[in-house]
């Protein structure tokens, strides 16, 4: 009964992803940047022209910056899991497990549980001209955790005395387009070094969201059988509308380094108001056993209504960055910190490294790593090709070696445009 609710939030987490997945004619966002991905995302104080409008908008107000640019497509996914590397999957799926490998296979995964994870964002003709950029974004975001116990119970089945939890299992999910209007400002400049702050304004156009709103349930295992009772209440909607803003600064220290500190979300807020329902699982049993369990002892009911309509924001996140910016070989170091656990953010810090190598101009070499937050630690490599005006790049995520075995999900990520 417990595992039923999960497979609903499965379900409707699934239906999100695939509405962004359907959706290649839409429009950008942070992880289309190919170079941003294969430099491990540290990219907060390198960013410049239409990418400067995603990591940070300060970057349009500083010389050197800015650029006049059309970015033609970008895609970028990142599905990854906290637990299991496409060695173990490749180990296990389908393998008779024994005890030891149920032992390997629960060690892996962390006390908080198994942790699902997606990040979908595609992109299309954006534009930058000097201290200005316009884009318009496709994102799709979710998180679905579950709680250990729940796959010792998969693994093991039940024994005497056995308690399972739900608690610590949650499910976060949200798709949406945005289009967004970003600028930059120097507010001081002395020499080679300024000091420059922006902002992106966002109107954004929801898709679908689904947040469970409370979920808890228990089962024991007595000599009598089975007992135990549960609960889940999710709020859906298909459509809603609202905005965001995204603040920053950026110092230039010098023409070879640049500091920069931005708040994505800082400001946010949706209201969804289409097909807005609420769906609702309860269930309980008592004294359940083999011989009875088909027979009226188990009490389960479900129910779908409309409800009013609703709002939800999206979490914010800040990011602080220092990156060498002249030479052949530029780097990059930065420092992100969510306010709250949510679809694209964690409390927990997550630190990125990214390196760029450009000793043949037309073709950059670019890798990266970064660890922390709810995200696995992972390398990425990326490189591109560019005659004339036009650029394409790609990128790649392994894991936290650089065996594409380590890896703990797919992490990739095109991006093509126009400089003028």
Do not use: C
Not at 160 to 177: H, K, L, M, N, P
Not at 191 to 213: H, P
Not at 240 to 267: E, Q
């Amino acid at each position: 009964m417990i595992r039923n609710s999960q497979y609903r939030m499965y379900a409707v987490t699934a239906a999100l992803l695939l509405v962004v997945v359907l959706l290649p004619w839409t429009v950008s966002a942070e992880q289309s940047s190919a170079r941003s991905v294969a430099m491990g995302e540290a990219y907060t104080a390198l960013a410049n022209g239409v990418d400067a409008a995603r990591y940070n908008p300060a970057n349009l107000g500083l010389d050197g910056y800015r650029r006049t640019e059309l970015e033609v497509f970008g895609l970028g996914a990142d599905i990854n899991n906290n637990s299991f590397s496409l060695s173990d999957y490749n180990r296990y799926t389908g393998a008779y497990l024994t005890d030891a490998d149920k032992a390997d296979i629960l060690a892996k995964v962390p006390e908080q549980g198994l942790l699902l994870s997606a990040d979908v964002q595609a992109s299309a003709v954006s534009l930058s001209s000097g201290s200005f950029a316009l884009t318009t974004s496709a994102v799709g975001l979710a998180n679905v955790n579950l709680n250990r116990d729940l796959l010792e119970l998969v693994l093991n089945g039940n024994t005497f005395g056995d308690t399972i939890s739900v608690t610590g299992s949650y499910s976060d999910a949200v798709a949406y387009v945005s289009t967004g209007v970003s600028y930059g400002m120097a507010l001081y400049t002395a020499g080679t070094r300024q000091l420059s702050v922006g902002a992106t304004a966002k109107y954004i156009r929801g898709l679908a969201v689904e947040k469970i709103v409370e979920l808890d349930g228990l089962a024991a295992t007595f000599e009598t059988g089975f007992e135990g009772e549960g609960r889940m209440i999710a709020q859906t909607a298909t459509g809603g509308s609202g905005y965001a803003l995204d603040l920053g600064a950026a110092l230039k220290l010098s023409d070879s380094y640049t500091a920069g500190i931005r708040v994505k979300n800082f400001l946010s807020s949706l209201k969804w108001d289409k097909q807005t329902e609420e769906h609702s699982y309860i269930f309980s049993f008592d004294t359940v056993t083999i011989a009875n369990a088909d027979g009226d002892f188990v009490v389960s009911e479900s129910d779908t209504k409309p409800i009013a309509s609703f709002s939800t924001d999206l979490p914010s996140l800040m990011t602080v960055g220092f990156a060498k910016t002249s030479g052949s070989l530029l780097w990059a170091v930065d420092w992100e910190q969510g306010f709250r656990t949510a679809a694209g953010a964690s409390t927990k810090p997550r630190l990125s490294l990214g390196l760029e190598w450009s000793g043949l101009p037309f073709l950059p070499v670019r890798a990266g790593y970064s660890t922390g937050a709810e995200r696995p630690a992972a390398f990425s490599f990326g490189s591109g090709v560019a005659f004339g005006p036009f650029y394409l790049d790609g990128a790649v995520v392994t894991g936290k070696s650089l065996s594409p075995y380590s890896t703990k999900g797919i992490n990739l990520a095109v991006s093509s445009g126009l400089y003028f």
